[in-house]
């Protein structure tokens, strides 16, 4: 079995910044991303941009022009990055489970450190598996990687930074914005919390596309508190109401955002130790200081430990990084605690912003309004009502639920329907989603065939 | 029309272009493109039909997690295409709604 | 529930499938039986298993149990209101050469000399008849026609929500902490209160040794940890459930179309934690099994794999009947990898012995202390 000092699971900010600077100070260490090419979600595509498309970066972002950095001092490490590479299991003892060009192999890794970054909140609305309804981050990705844009005037619903950032860029580049939905009221609890996210940054940033999108004429409908996406085999058009009245805008492309959450599916497969974060609504796991998690030798970097963005998500790479080479010998103490503490700071400078984000734009209560009709879990094809009458026969958990229903037993193994399962089940026994708890994640986290697991190296 | 368009058509990346064909129909894409993407420029950017209910999907998330844009490449069912890197003459074919099962 | 002791005609330490069919049998019985489960109904085997209805291959001691269990599954949906999915679709075990045929010839003849002819030996053509996707290579085997499979967690819950509407009651959350015999009664402390009853049964699975022992009987039960892999949808390629001779595999389409892989391969289990530990190692020769007996599986994409906690005993068999060092309590845990067929029947047994004192089926195999 091959074997290395670290590995490190994901090539975003937090997984780059952690191999580049482990790998320079002298350890062997391994880069599995499923992606072509370093850069995550966040920095996607950022090397060829950079080379090929260097004009693009104007619309694209300073944000965005970021990563290059990263990304060019990781690919100048000695890190070994291996792209194209699934990750379908991870071991306590640290045996990992990768698949490269169809063959699957074993490897043994001393210390690992996953940054596997963060999804999008699935939030579930009346016809949102309609073709034409794809998330903002989906079309975020087709404008860095491909430089896709809508064909048509397009409708942005939900809300939070990513949503507006996706919005300035369309505003820059040119493409036509039909409507932003904003749902939800932007709450006065957000308010404590301004003098910090200003002193980050994020504030500044913040208001400053906001000022780009209202220069570009956008047409901006706040208060929206009921969203349906409206078609036959195709999107037509999306339905809102808001707390004046009711609105119907014809589109074929409507992209949905309710902020990020955690991307927990590898840590909870483990299964790492895991809480409830209530302020951002999603699970998480529990790590200390220096990102270690309850099981020896596993650490977790960037937003995959607790929503932070990509430049805290950077900040965390290297505190879990130097930790593994304080770990594995490689500095010592006094060094360690040197260089730990400009990351540490930098880190929680970042960090101060997220109060006032996750109170500005609090995460929507999946279960309160969802109709019985509406579809919960997009694999099984399992309705809100469904999962609602599982819990009246005795259905005490989502696991239960998912063995009477379906719900979650599809290829994406949750990662689309558990927050909303578990909502609803919470709201219907009225206990907390830590009690309700989730869906028990089973490796392969990933799918692979029977051929390729019989062939297992 | 097309769900997407591509901001560069004109561009200097037009010696990029790769040949696909689609459930028998050939389609033009750029080098580096996932499969999802390309699909999702062409003019139907269906990826499948749901399995249970038959009714047309198309590629969602576009980073791995939706398993909506499921397609059969090259031969192997229920691929993630939006995982999936264009290659001159891939096969690609929307995946149909299984057969019904008996009993 | 905590001030105060409950009382109940019958207690069952157990809320899995055989726990909830004691439940049924002595609810239709007219008595009044609660079921303490520690964690939630069906956790364990009742929802990992496999779900296989099949007499093929069974033990001989068993064999008389699996086909009076049998005509009950035939008639759950009459029984219970609803059939927990079972599907007869058959059972077959497939030979991949002559010694395995031999071997298949010589099994048939054995059960048909105990007087049973339910096994039937299948030539080259006839197995290619019954499962058109097998390899070429597999030379016959032995079909079961009136067997199937079921839903475990929904074939578990709908034997509780019968005795739920007969009169029993469910405590989940209860794991059973002490257990003491006062008087004519049982009392047993939960950590959801105390429970009074004058008779008990012992239907906890692979923590069944732990509850015999608390009564005074010594039964010895390994925990394992079975694992399954389940694929996704795939066109519709076989009806019977299928197994090999010469291989660890067991192998059914169900209607969604996925197909599941078990076969008895063992993962890691933490009896404490109640955690399993999949073990991709032997899923890999697990996978490599299905693929020998069903090509068209090798490019079937796995989408989950789990393991369920089972006790498994130094015979195979499982613990069924009256405890010998204890009044009045009775066993039914630990079978083996293959209890979930005898589901229905060993717990109509269980009631026939509270409510009768004895029944008609040879439960003698089974007995508690045969390794004491």
């Not at chain 1, 308010?191 to 209202?214: E, F, N, Q, Y």
Request: glycine share 10%; with cysteine; charged share 20%.
């Amino acid at each position: 079995m091959a074997s290395c000092d670290l590995a490190v699971i994901g090539a975003g900010p937090a997984g780059m910044a952690a191999a580049t600077l482990a790998a320079e100070h002298g350890l062997d260490v391994v880069v599995y991303d499923e992606n072509p090419a370093p850069g995550g979600q966040i920095y996607r595509a950022i090397e060829t941009v950079s080379l090929a498309r260097n004009s693009d970066l104007a619309f694209l972002g300073e944000s965005y022009r970021a990563g290059a950095a990263l990304a060019r001092a990781f690919r100048a490490s000695p890190a070994r990055f291996m792209p194209g590479t699934t990750v379908w299991l991870v071991q306590k003892d640290r045996a990992i489970g990768i698949l490269r060009d169809g063959k699957a192999a074993m490897v043994q890794a001393n210390r690992i450190i996953i940054a596997t970054g963060a999804l999008e909140r699935p939030v579930p609305v009346p016809g949102w598996t309609l073709p034409g309804v794809m998330t903002v981050g989906a079309a975020q990705g087709l404008l860095k990687s491909a430089a896709m844009a809508p064909s048509s005037p397009v409708v942005l619903a939900g809300k939070g930074p990513l949503l507006f950032q996706l919005a300035a860029q369309y505003v820059a580049a040119g493409v036509a914005i039909a409507a932003i939905l904003e749902t939800g009221a932007r709450p006065i609890a957000a308010l404590p919390h301004v003098w910090p996210a200003w002193r980050s940054g994020t504030i500044g940033k913040g208001l400053a596309l906001l000022r780009a999108i209202r220069q570009g004429g956008v047409n901006i409908i706040r208060n929206v508190v009921a969203l349906e996406a409206e078609g036959r085999g195709r999107l037509e058009a999306v339905a809102y109401r808001t707390v004046r009245g009711t609105g119907r805008i014809a589109t074929p492309l409507l992209l949905l955002h309710e902020g990020v959450i955690a991307n927990a599916q590898l840590t909870k497969a483990i299964p790492l130790a895991h809480e409830w974060n209530e302020r951002q609504q999603c699970w998480q796991p529990m790590l200390d200081a220096d990102g270690n998690s309850d099981v020896e030798g596993i650490a977790v970097a960037g937003d995959a430990g607790g929503i932070g963005g990509a430049e805290a998500a950077a900040h965390s790479g290297r505190l879990v990084a130097l930790a593994a080479l304080k770990a594995l010998g490689k500095i010592g103490r006094i060094a360690h605690e040197a260089l730990a503490e400009t990351e540490r700071t930098a880190w929680q400078r970042h960090l101060a912003a997220r109060p006032f984000l996750d109170a500005l734009y609090p995460p929507p209560d999946a279960s309160a309004q969802l109709a019985d009709g509406t579809l919960v879990c997009r694999c099984e094809e399992v309705t809100a009502g469904q999962i609602r009458e599982a819990v009246s026969l005795g259905c005490a958990g989502p696991n239960q639920a998912k063995s009477f229903t379906r719900a979650g037993m599809g290829p994406c193994q949750g990662r689309m329907c558990g927050l909303t399962v578990a909502a609803l089940i919470a709201r219907e026994t009225g206990q907390s989603m830590s009690e309700v708890g989730h869906y028990r994640i089973r490796p392969p986290i990933k799918p692979l065939t029977v051929g390729e697991l019989a062939a297992l190296e | 029309m097309s769900l997407f368009r591509r901001l560069h058509e004109d561009g200097p990346g037009d010696a990029m272009t790769v040949t696909i064909t689609v459930d028998g129909v050939a389609l033009q894409a750029r080098a580096g493109e996932s499969v999802a993407a390309a699909v999702l420029a062409s003019s139907d950017p269906t990826s499948r039909a749901a399995p249970v209910g038959g009714a047309p999907r198309a590629p969602y998330c576009m980073m791995g997690v939706c398993f909506d844009c499921l397609m059969e490449i090259d031969g192997e069912t229920n691929r993630q295409s939006c995982m999936v890197i264009v290659r001159e003459g891939m096969m690609v074919k929307r995946m149909a709604r299984p057969k019904a099962v008996t009993p | 529930m905590n001030a105060t002791t409950a009382e109940a005609d019958v207690i069952i330490v157990g809320g899995g499938l055989h726990g909830c069919s004691a439940a049924y049998h002595l609810a239709a019985k007219g008595l009044k039986p609660i079921v303490l489960e520690k964690h939630v109904v069906a956790r364990h085997a009742s929802s990992a298993s496999a779900g296989g209805v099949r007499r093929l291959g069974r033990h001989p001691a068993e064999i008389p149990l699996a086909q009076a269990s049998l005509e009950l599954w035939h008639r759950l949906g009459d029984m219970l209101g609803a059939d927990g999915n079972f599907r007869p679709s058959g059972q077959v075990r497939v030979a991949e050469n002559e010694a395995e045929l031999a071997a298949c010839a010589t099994r048939v003849g054995e059960t048909r000399a105990l007087g049973y002819d339910f096994e039937e030996l299948l030539d080259r053509d006839a197995l290619r008849r019954t499962v058109p996707a097998v390899s070429p290579h597999c030379v016959g085997g032995i079909r079961v026609a009136r067997d199937g499979y079921a839903f475990p967690f929904k074939a578990t819950t709908a034997f509780r929500h019968k005795a739920e509407e007969l009169g029993a009651r469910i405590l989940e959350g209860a794991g059973v902490t002490a257990l003491d015999r006062a008087g004519e009664r049982w009392e047993v402390a939960t950590g959801r209160g105390r429970l009074r009853a004058p008779v008990l049964v012992n239907a906890a699975g692979a923590w069944g040794r732990e509850i015999a022992s608390m009564l005074g009987d010594t039964a010895p039960v390994k925990p394992t940890a079975l694992m399954m892999m389940v694929s996704d949808r795939m066109p519709h390629f076989v009806d019977p459930t299928v197994g090999a001779m010469g291989r660890k595999l067991s192998f059914k389409q169900m209607q969604s179309g996925t197909v599941v892989i078990g076969g008895g391969f063992e993962g890691k289990v933490d009896h404490a934690t109640e955690l399993t530990e999949l073990d991709f190692r032997q899923l890999a020769e697990s996978a490599t099994n299905a693929a020998a007996i069903f090509p068209i599986m090798a490019k079937a994409r796995l989408v989950r794999c789990w393991a369920g906690i089972e006790g498994v005993t130094p015979d195979d068999l499982p613990y069924i009947g009256p405890s010998k060092a204890a009044p009045a309590a009775f066993h039914s845990f630990a079978f083996c990898g293959h209890g979930f067929q005898l589901g229905p029947i060993v717990g109509s047994i269980t009631a026939e012995l509270i409510v009768n004192g004895r029944t008609n089926l040879p439960i003698e195999p089974f007995r508690v202390d045969r390794f004491a």
